[in-house]
């Protein structure tokens, strides 16, 4: 009896340190492929990896603002002196990019907060959806409304009596359908077309300068 007590409990302390001194089962190895399965699972959930660039987003999910500018000036800078009627009086070039879905037309005006209110230097509308820019002294795109300044359907070029800066905005309207308007082109004044395409503007875009007489 007293043997076999001696082997039984040989045999349970071989047990004991075999199970105190084995390696755990879940080693570096197994620990890093287990951190790449969840990775793997991460990024199947997400639909892309998850170091995935700007370039491997589909065309379609992005989306850039609505943008006004202009190689003759930029935001917040001065207006030249040639789109001036201190110059030549031309209008400037503009060009627009990130145009909203569903655009159809699109209108331009030109305005500055004078002394006795809100005035309008250009009100241009029913400009094709496909237009991405006007060129200086554009003529033949779109059609001319009546300015602040009139009685000429065209660009009226900047001629503060100052003293000191004025600020001139240039917004261009993305409209989800053509305005109605005044049959007459010199009915159609700049709070005309705003009236007109409230309801149907999808997105505007601005840019401001300043010039001082």
């Keep these: 009896m007293r043997s076999i007590a001696r082997f039984v409990s040989t045999g349970v302390l071989a047990a004991f340190a075999a199970c105190t001194t084995a390696p755990p089962a879940t080693d570096a190895a197994v620990l890093a492929d287990a951190a790449t399965a969840a990775d793997a699972a991460v990024a199947t959930d997400a639909g892309a990896p998850a170091d995935a660039s700007p370039?491997?987003?589909?065309?379609?999910?992005?989306?850039?603002?609505?943008?006004?500018?202009?190689?003759?000036?930029?935001?917040?800078?001065?207006l030249p002196v040639v789109y001036t009627c201190d110059g030549a009086g031309h209008s400037?070039?503009?060009?627009?990019?990130?145009?909203?879905q569903g655009t159809t037309e699109f209108a331009v005006t030109m305005t500055t907060l004078a002394r006795d209110g809100l005035k309008w230097n250009w009100v241009l509308f029913?400009?094709?959806?496909?237009?991405?820019?006007?060129?200086?002294?554009?003529?033949?795109?779109?059609t001319n409304g009546i300015t602040s300044d009139g009685p000429a359907l065209a660009y009226s070029p900047p001629c503060s009596q100052?003293?000191?800066?004025?600020?001139?905005?240039?917004t261009v309207y993305a409209l989800s359908a053509s305005p109605t308007l005044p049959a007459?082109?010199?009915?159609?004044?700049?709070?005309?077309?705003?009236?007109?395409?409230?309801?149907?503007?999808l997105g505007r875009a601005s840019a401001t300068v300043t010039y001082t007489r």
């Design 126 to 142: 029913h400009v094709p959806g496909s237009v991405r820019s006007l060129a200086e002294q554009s003529a033949g795109v779109g």
């Design 184 to 201: 007459q082109a010199r009915q159609v004044t700049g709070a005309v077309l705003e009236g007109a395409i409230a309801a149907i503007t």
């Design 92 to 100: 400037p070039p503009l060009a627009w990019t990130g145009v909203p």
């Design 55 to 78: 370039a491997d987003v589909p065309g379609d999910l992005v989306t850039a603002p609505f943008a006004l500018t202009s190689v003759a000036f930029t935001n917040g800078g001065t």
């Design 162 to 170: 100052g003293p000191g800066p004025m600020m001139y905005t240039f």
